[in-house]
């Protein structure tokens, strides 16, 4: 994908448009792009090692540490009608004390075309206590080696 406004992006994900994600405006609803940001960025925390305790209760991280949704924005710039081949990516653009924030953008597979930018901000959790944690410094690590950057220590303390 070059020239793609994902190009910089780590990870991309490919959907396909379905009919059934069209509304009655004749787009696919807003509430889809929550759900290809979500992909992405669950496929970046998969890479980087950060997949939390399971459903079932298994720890599948040191300490029982895992990512919870803190907030996400969405910015449509214009609608997606089916049928269509999309492409949603991640990347970090900030590392915090106990905090990773996501940028998240979905473009067309085919011709690059930006439908929707955003952003989201998880947190380090450890499940069990509910209580924030750092950034455990293995997936600090890991995000600086798929970024490919180094990222300043984190300042802000409240997150």
Known sequence: MSASPLE???????FTVHWSEMDAFGHVNNARTFTWFESARIAYLARIGLTGPTAAGADTAPGGVGPIL????????????????????ARVTRIGNASITFEHAVAGEE???????G?????????????????????????????????????DTSR
Request: proline content about 11%; cysteine-free.
């Open 8 to 14: 910089n992006f780590p990870i991309v994900v490919p």
């Open 70 to 89: 803190a907030t996400t924005q969405a910015d449509y710039l214009r609608p997606v009608v089916f049928p269509a081949r999309l492409v949603a990516g």
């Open 111 to 117: 011709d690059g075309v930006l439908y929707t930018r």
């Open 119 to 155: 952003s989201s901000v998880i947190v380090t959790l450890r499940y069990a206590a509910h209580e924030k944690v750092p950034v455990p410094q293995p997936i600090r690590a890991a995000i600086e080696a798929l970024e490919g950057r180094s990222f300043s220590p984190a300042s």
